[in-house]
């Protein structure tokens, strides 16, 4: 899949805040090395390096598109494509930062437990993944395909959820909560109010209906977005300052491992 950098920080502001909220969450650590796991376009990457100045800074995705525009945004890093799922530090680190990326794959009690097995002694790591899959923004697309001749076609992408609710990872992580690490999950349902003539279908144009649309040919796409955009038109209508209420819920994971040195 290839993304677009522009259509995603269409909405920086609001997507940036929970990535900060999650950094200002994390407890305080000696760093001398962090990743940020799923940069993207690298929007976090100068906070990351105002926490930690003197840490080398490590920025990995898949994506070449985001990479490019992260090394515009913040050069002062070193930039890996890797996927995720196969990702593997040169080294041992003491800071994984991941700010809705992780939501993309599946198995996330294997992925997060390797994830903590490359911590150094004492080391974090942070998670912010989005957890509205059932929501109109997300279950409008599934509705769309269900009812028209290409179902066949986008039926294979769709999945269920990646994301759990707390309980799940509450659960996953249990061993470490048993004296190796602190364990904090929460959950916060942002009440986003976006401009524009349709927010909600250029926030996830940029997100969760790129790889459907991808999927399609031309004629095709104009069809699925024009049907997308007038059904969440009505699931979230304009108020009456012109404005649009999006509340999007995101989960937050952060394991803090004890230092045992």
Known sequence: MTWNPDQYLFFSDHRMRPAIDLLNAIPPVEAKHVVDLGTGAGTILPALRTRWPDASLAA???SQEMLTKARTVFPDASF???????????ESVDVIFSNAALNWLDDHDRLLNRLIGYLNPGGVLAIQMPRNHDRPSHTTVSEIIEQNSYAQKLRPLLKPAPVHPPAFYIDCLSSLREGDADVDIWETDYQQLLSGENPVAEWTKGTYLKPFLDALADDERERFEKSYREKILQAYPKMEDGSTLFAFRRIFIIVALKNRL
């Not at 890797?82 to 040169?90: G, N, Q, T």
């Open 60 to 62: 990995v995705d898949r």
């Open 80 to 90: 890996e494509q890797a996927d995720i799922a196969s990702w593997k530090p040169h």
